[in-house]
Structures are given as structure tokens and as C-alpha cells.
């Protein structure tokens, strides 16, 4: 069973930067496909992005195009989300997730969460 913890939430403002981190424990970090989700108050948890096992394939929600990084280092079974030009549209608790389905844009593919990180970003 895949442990996942996320870091690196805050407080920022408008327009600045964050850079999350999601450290998972036991399994085979590279079999999995890695992804971000979000969920603001009073709002259901939403897709942001995805990589593959490998790294070589991402996605992103059309809302962080442009602005969002995921990235991930298999030898530090560590996957990234770097969080550039942030509006406060943006805050949010962020959860890390793996899949065995590959890069999927669902939840429910999603077989192993993390804790989630707050991220909060002011006008």
C-alpha cells in the first residue's frame, strides 16, 4: 500500500509562488501514475493535473495551463507541483494521488491519497 504526504502548502499572494511536494512510501513509485487534486470550500474535489509513471506524459486542467508544473523524480519517489502566477481562485486543500490506471483525469482512478495541503492565496 502506497503512503502518500504532501508539503509545501501556505499562504501567498496574489500572483506569487508555490512549490508542492508529495513523498510516497512503499510500493513502486514509477508503476504509479501521479496526479493533483483540489478542493475548495463548499466545492467538489477537482482534476488539476496528472503525470505517467515514467514522466514522459502529462495533463492538465484548462484552469492551471500555462501556470502549473507537475513533475516527479522517481530515485526520490517524489512528485511536484509547481504553482506559478497564483490567483485566489487558486486556494484550495491540494491532495496528491496514485494510480495504476495511468494519467487519468478522474477521482476515481485514483486508488491512494495523501492528507492534502492548504494552499491559500490572497487578493
Known amino acids: 500500500q502506497v503512503q502518500l504526504v504532501e508539503s509545501g502548502g501556505g499562504l501567498v499572494q496574489a500572483g506569487g509562488s508555490l512549490r508542492l511536494s508529495c513523498a510516497a512510501s512503499?510500493?513502486?513509485?514509477?508503476?504509479?501514475?501521479m496526479g493533483w487534486f483540489r478542493q475548495a470550500p463548499g466545492k467538489e474535489r477537482e482534476f488539476v493535473t496528472t503525470?505517467?509513471?515514467?514522466?514522459?506524459?502529462?495533463y492538465y486542467a484548462d484552469s492551471v495551463k500555462g501556470r502549473f508544473t507537475i513533475s516527479r523524480d522517481n530515485a526520490k519517489n517524489t512528485v511536484y507541483l509547481q504553482m506559478n502566477s497564483l490567483k485566489p481562485e487558486d486556494t484550495a486543500v491540494y491532495y496528491c494521488?496514485?494510480?495504476?490506471?495511468?494519467?487519468?483525469?478522474?477521482?476515481?482512478?485514483?486508488?491512494?491519497w495523501g492528507q492534502g495541503t492548504q494552499v491559500t492565496v490572497s487578493s
Open positions: 494521488a496514485a494510480s495504476m490506471r495511468g494519467p487519468g483525469r478522474n477521482a476515481y482512478e485514483y486508488r491512494y
Open positions: 512503499r510500493g513502486t513509485f514509477s508503476s504509479y501514475a
Open positions: 503525470i505517467s509513471g515514467s514522466g514522459g506524459t502529462t
